[in-house]
């Protein structure tokens, strides 16, 4: 399956940085806090690359379900029977195993 393993782990601290931080700011002595945030930001960062790559992700299963398509083949397929939405459909379900 298409994943981005390093996505949220590369980006989560800039995240928080930028974002967390802005929203709620905090010392270094907060670490309860800082903790909380460093995990949110992480999990938002999952979610997110999660959303990004489902549509590969149905792509690719496409492919694998049907071996004699090719990757031009497999969009215009998948496109046809399912339009925009397959960059959507089943991400819940991804999202869910995180």
Do not use: C
Request: proline content about 4%.
């Amino acid at each position: 399956a298409v994943s981005l393993p390093g996505i949220p782990f590369m980006f989560s601290d800039s995240f928080r940085k930028n974002v967390a931080d802005k929203i709620y700011p905090t010392t270094p002595e907060d670490v309860q806090v800082n903790f909380v945030k460093r995990w949110s930001s992480l999990i938002s960062t999952s979610v997110a690359a999660t959303y990004l790559s489902q549509g590969m992700h149905n792509f690719q299963t496409a492919m694998q379900a049907d071996q004699s398509l090719g990757y031009a083949a497999a969009v215009r397929s998948v496109m046809k029977e399912h339009g925009f939405a397959i960059f959507m459909k089943g991400a819940e379900a991804r999202v869910g195993l995180l």
